[in-house]
């Protein structure tokens, strides 16, 4: 059973990057886009999770909260919220919210956050690790192995692995690893995937290993044997 987790988010740009990505990874998506429509939604569709912004036309972030506690519904809140809004955040924990994300995110941290709120609620679906060919990344340590050789990896790079290692064989373009590991609001130096990619062949394959992760000119990266 995939989870259903609803989306209360007015900004168009940003509920459509959460929707996508959310439902690439296998996830039943449902967007609301005030926090009416949201309350709504949360009451007809018993969804696993909410993502709810603060800031929303009509009925704020922190009301649709309240109003879901109030009516005591068991569902994990994670709430977005303005860049350096404390207050926010504060008092989005105080209404019940479980945690929080402050925009701008990369989608990645997100996903993070919703496996880990999914995961508190049902205890047993316990991921990983990724396998691809003599090279296994473990989720819970966030560290690869290669030939009993531990890896350790930085947190972007640890990001990226995990991301060719969920589309193996799949040529992830450049635009798509900005999305997912920079984020869309991603607006600085173009060979940062580059550099990354480098670091991590140059990990992978410290004691002359076969190279992985490959190079599709043009387009982006691929792993494959
Ligand atoms: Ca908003």
Redesign the pocket.
């Known amino acids: 059973m995939n989870a259903k987790i609803l989306v209360i988010?007015?900004?168009p740009t940003i509920a459509n990057v959460i929707r996508r990505g959310l439902s690439r990874e296998g996830y039943n998506v449902l967007v609301a886009i005030d926090g009416e429509t949201g309350l709504t939604k949360a009451f007809a569709e018993f969804p696993d999770l909410i993502i709810l912004?603060?800031?929303?036309p009509g009925i704020d972030g922190l009301e649709v909260c309240q109003q879901i506690r109030t009516a005591k519904l068991q569902v994990p809140i994670l709430m977005l919220t303005a860049k350096d809004a404390i207050p926010d955040r504060v008092a989005g924990l105080e209404v019940g919210a479980d945690d929080y994300l402050v925009k701008p995110f990369a989608f990645e941290e997100l996903l993070a956050r919703v496996r880990a709120l999914l995961r508190r609620r049902a205890p047993l679906e316990i991921e990983g690790p990724f396998k691809f060919a003599d090279l296994s990344l473990n989720p819970s340590t966030r560290m690869a192995e290669r030939n009993g050789r531990w890896i350790e990896l930085t947190a972007k790079e640890y990001e990226l692995l995990e991301l060719f290692m969920r589309h193996p064989n799949q040529v992830l373009t450049r635009d798509q690893i900005y999305e997912r590991i920079w984020g869309y609001d991603f607006g600085g130096e173009s060979n940062i995937i580059e550099v990354y990619i480098r670091y991590l062949r140059t990990k992978l394959e410290a004691e002359g290993e076969e190279r992985l992760l490959h190079t599709t000119r043009g387009v982006g990266y691929v792993l494959r044997e």
Do not use: H
């Open positions: 988010e007015d900004e912004d603060v800031m929303l």
